[in-house]
DNA sequence: CTCTGATGTAAGATATAAATTACAAAAGAA
DNA sequence: TTCTTTTGTAATTTATATCTTACATCAGAG
């Protein structure tokens, strides 16, 4: 469950509790994220990229091989 | 929720079962997804675009604007 | 028409995402 | 050093995705 959450948000300057409200979760659920250790809803991935200004490929597609 | 995952696995040429099996959900939870009454998980998003061949952007991404 | 494969859908049970609360541990600013 | 912000993480609870079983419906083949 690896992904570009983390290294997305860090570059637009934004802490975890910053970007749970965007999403509307907590923080405790985007560190989880983060960490690779959710396996979050489509709903939670889509709200994520549109506050990250990313797309779906770019946060979660085949983040290991890229 | 509304997605191409239904169009998609037709253009293929599979049964709601076959698609089913591959992605190692049931029939009933491609139904659900295919309607879109389904907030799927990222796990099984992915499996999903990997057996049709398809990115998660093409399956699931704006889906309503293209 | 019947028969079969494919799909729609519903009720109840289970698994797990996510919330809530809480506390500890970093890291930076003063 | 202390103070504050940010992050890591754990226990418990709640919400919901998914499974299981079941039955109805629909389309096509015969």
Do not use: H
Request: positive net charge.
């Amino acid at each position: 469950m690896k992904n570009n959450v983390k290294i997305t948000r860090i570059k637009n300057s934004m802490t975890q509790e910053q970007l749970a409200r965007q999403v509307g979760v907590t923080r405790q659920t985007i560190g989880l994220i983060e960490k690779g250790e959710y396996n979050p809803s489509l709903q939670l991935c889509i709200n994520l990229a549109k506050s990250l200004n990313k797309t779906l490929d770019e946060l979660f597609w085949e983040v290991d091989t890229q």
